[in-house]
């Protein structure tokens, strides 16, 4: 029996030193592997930005490559190794067949997530939408939320014509953007999102609602900025397909009313799409324009105009609430709002056909309210950085005096607040805020 014992004690001994010796071989191959892919991550770090216009850097990148191939011949699904070669790809012009690759081998989480959005990006600048709204889908189906994914996801079936999901996609973007109660910041994508609701809207033959979300849209980005950013080719924003930005520009002209501006971003999109299932809207927005251009501005009042279900008027298309000191929150000064859609409506119509406001330029201004303890207005200033006429000023002041109910407050304090207003051009069929 002790021999016995020997024998199969030193089998299991030769065993256990055999798995030691393999798990050691492993750790070393892998330390190997570790120093080549950390080589590699070494060099397409060092030619970001301006060092990629280095006269050694297709040396250097044809190096990291060969020693990418290597470790990806041993371990053909190395994410590690498969998104560095994605980046050496990527700064030798080359088809992204390694980010391809890498994506469905990402460890899940923020890896896979980054990589199946890189690989939506990299689609939807070579136009491969189906393959582009698959990665986006990706995202959505790993149950990451990421309201950009989703924005990207409806631009895409926008692109492909399918208005019905890419409404339904653009308003799970705004959902997951919203900022929480009580919070005035909003997140960057959250204007990017509305842009193409208000696109989408117009284009599904509700123009009602796309003015509405176009006007929140300019709210959030007074200056369209961000539309602007996408006029230059290869940068952070675009949208797809290329040109497609002149329609949103377009858009967001008119409702500002910025009649030339907006005639002049609808031509280039016709120009540079022209067949384009979106053209004949595009059309019909010139024509209102040109329509509107050509009625003359002091023969008849702008409530004649707001009666044409094609011809714009000046109205407050958006304001909302920056500030507000005191126990009546901002939401509820917001809300006093909508429930006077058209309180200015008269002094904008009397300030255009008295010629002392521009019949079809949008333009922008504040109104500071003081509060008493019960909630009415006790005071209203109108402010703007720009010049604004007088008389203008003094209408909208007496019409929010006179007019502008918000609820009593709990605490019986005064309450100070600031509402930016945009005004800007409306069919006069909904109006309002």
């Avoid at 109205?315 to 709002?337: E, F, K, Q």
């Avoid at 509060?371 to 402010?383: E, I, Q, S």
Wanted: aromatic share 6%; hydrophobic share 45%.
């Amino acid at each position: 029996m002790a021999l016995a014992f020997s024998i199969g004690g030193g089998r299991q001994r030769d065993a256990a030193a055999a798995t030691l010796l393999w798990e050691r071989a492993e750790e070393t191959s892998r330390a190997k592997t570790n120093e080549r892919l950390a080589e590699t991550e070494a060099i397409v770090e060092s030619l970001r930005g301006a060092a990629a216009a280095d006269a050694s850097a297709p040396a250097k990148l044809a190096r990291a490559e060969a020693i990418l191939s290597e470790v990806l011949a041993e371990t053909p699904d190395d994410f590690r190794a498969l998104i560095t070669l994605a980046d050496v790809e990527a700064r030798l012009g080359r088809p992204d067949e390694a980010l391809a690759r890498a994506c469905p081998n990402a460890p899940r989480g923020q890896a896979a997530t980054s990589c199946w959005f890189r690989l939506g990006i990299e689609r939807s600048r070579a136009a491969r939408f189906p393959e582009a709204l698959f990665a986006y889908e990706r995202i959505i189906a790993l149950g990451e939320p990421d309201a950009a994914a989703y924005t990207n996801a409806a631009e895409i079936l926008m692109a492909q014509g399918r208005l019905p999901e890419a409404e339904a996609r653009y308003r799970e973007a705004i959902q997951l953007d919203t900022p929480a109660a009580g919070r005035i910041e909003s997140p960057y994508g959250l204007s990017l999102s509305t842009y193409g609701l208000a696109v989408a809207l117009d284009r599904d033959d509700e123009p009602d609602a796309a003015r509405e979300m176009m006007a929140r849209a300019l709210a959030l980005d007074p200056r369209h900025a961000k539309l602007t950013a996408a006029e230059q080719l290869g940068g952070d924003v675009f949208f797809v397909p290329e040109g497609d930005v002149y329609y949103y520009l377009g858009l967001a002209s008119e409702l500002g009313g910025h009649v030339d501006d907006a005639e002049a971003a609808f031509q280039e999109f016709l120009s540079r799409l022209p067949k384009s299932p979106w053209a004949p809207r595009a059309r019909a927005h010139i024509d209102a324009l040109v329509a509107f251009e050509r009625a003359p501005s002091h023969a008849r009042p702008p409530s004649s105009l707001a009666a044409s279900p094609r011809v714009p008027a000046l109205r407050v298309v958006a304001a909302g609430t920056v500030l507000a000191s005191g126990p009546v929150p901002a939401p509820l000064v917001d809300a006093a709002w909508r429930e006077r859609p058209r309180l200015v409506d008269d002094c904008l119509a009397e300030g255009v056909g008295a010629g002392r406001l521009a019949p079809r330029d949008g333009f922008r201004f504040a109104v500071e309210l003081a509060l008493d303890a019960r909630g009415a207005v006790v005071d209203a200033t109108v402010k703007s950085t720009a010049p604004l006429d007088a008389v203008f000023s003094r209408c909208v002041e007496t019409a929010v005096r006179a007019s502008l109910r918000v609820p009593r407050p709990r605490r019986a304090r005064p309450t100070r607040a600031r509402v930016e207003i945009l005004v800007g051009l409306s069919n006069g069929a909904a109006g309002g805020v």
